[in-house]
């Protein structure tokens, strides 16, 4: 499984680090030339090297992957190998070029410790999907928000370890188009989006971008799934309007 920055990765995950650039409000290609990742160490901080920057890895620019069929996005996929990677922070700063100008984009992280835990019961409690906005006016692109919220007894340790599960767990999407006189009643005639990845990850919340031009007007069933030890959490089918 492949981690966002935000996603609490651990030595020894694969973290996805993504870059967008843009200008003016529109999406636009730069030169990427290399990602700098430096670790944040406490003892190298000082009057000329304010933060403890150490150099870890520097990516060069064939290893930087641009993503298909799109404007301004980049990514490199960067091992934790244990060697190089401790827990801390840590900073992957871009250095691209623009219209001729050298741009520098930096962005801070965190590695973390692992989510261990021993406990006497298994994944036994459960987990609330929601998903804004439910309404989106047909032609519109945009992306839907989805929270997971842990649903447990009460706010203790337990919370917190179920809270660092919703926030790495792999996490999927469906969509239906709610059956209606002029539609086949077969489920699977009816799938806009079957079991996606969602892969823009921000601690409890994901990010699925929804393009709507294709789609007909009227009413779709939402729901999620989630992967969590040996248990596969289904959310309620929740409904979404695309109108004219």
Request: proline share 5%; with cysteine.
């Given at each position: 499984?492949?981690?966002?920055?935000?996603?609490?990765?651990?030595?020894?995950?694969?973290?996805?680090?993504?870059?967008?650039?843009?200008?003016?409000?529109?999406?636009?290609?730069?030169?990427?030339?290399?990602?700098?990742?430096?670790?944040?160490?406490?003892?190298?901080?000082?009057?000329?090297?304010?933060?403890?920057?150490?150099?870890?890895?520097?990516?060069?620019?064939?290893?930087?992957?641009?993503?298909?069929?799109?404007?301004?996005?980049?990514?490199?996929?960067?091992?934790?190998?244990?060697?190089?990677?401790?827990?801390?922070?840590?900073?992957?700063?871009?250095?691209?070029?623009?219209?001729g100008q050298s741009v520098t984009q930096s962005n801070l992280w965190e590695v973390y410790a692992n989510l261990f835990t021993a406990t006497p019961t298994p994944v036994v409690y459960g987990f609330?999907?929601?998903?804004?906005?439910?309404?989106?006016?047909?032609?519109?692109?945009?992306?839907?928000?989805?929270?997971?919220?842990?649903?447990?007894?009460?706010?203790?340790?337990?919370?917190?370890?179920?809270?660092?599960?919703?926030?790495?767990?792999?996490?999927?999407?469906?969509?239906?188009?709610?059956?209606?006189?002029?539609?086949?009643?077969?489920?699977?005639?009816?799938?806009?989006?079957?079991?996606?990845?969602?892969?823009?990850?921000?601690?409890?919340?994901a990010y699925y971008l929804l393009d709507t031009t294709d789609m007909d007007c009227g009413e779709y069933y939402v729901w999620f799934e989630m992967a969590c030890g040996e248990t596969l959490h289904?959310?309620?089918?929740?409904?979404?309007?695309?109108?004219?």
């Amino acid at each position: 499984m492949v981690k966002s920055r935000t996603q609490n990765p651990v030595v020894g995950d694969v973290v996805r680090l993504s870059l967008y650039t843009a200008s003016s409000n529109n999406r636009v290609d730069v030169t990427t030339n290399t990602v700098n990742i430096y670790f944040l160490d406490p003892a190298e901080v000082g009057e000329e090297n304010p933060d403890g920057r150490r150099l870890v890895q520097q990516i060069l620019s064939d290893e930087i992957t641009k993503v298909p069929d799109t404007t301004g996005e980049y990514y490199v996929d960067v091992e934790l190998i244990s060697d190089q990677y401790v827990i801390g922070q840590y900073v992957d700063s871009w250095d691209c070029l623009y219209q001729g100008q050298s741009v520098t984009q930096s962005n801070l992280w965190e590695v973390y410790a692992n989510l261990f835990t021993a406990t006497p019961t298994p994944v036994v409690y459960g987990f609330q999907f929601r998903f804004r906005p439910n309404r989106l006016r047909i032609g519109s692109k945009q992306y839907l928000v989805i929270e997971v919220e842990p649903d447990v007894p009460y706010v203790s340790d337990l919370d917190n370890y179920y809270l660092k599960m919703a926030t790495t767990a792999p996490l999927k999407i469906y969509i239906q188009m709610a059956c209606v006189p002029c539609m086949p009643e077969e489920s699977d005639l009816r799938m806009v989006i079957e079991g996606e990845d969602i892969t823009y990850r921000e601690n409890c919340r994901a990010y699925y971008l929804l393009d709507t031009t294709d789609m007909d007007c009227g009413e779709y069933y939402v729901w999620f799934e989630m992967a969590c030890g040996e248990t596969l959490h289904v959310s309620d089918k929740q409904v979404l309007q695309i109108f004219q």
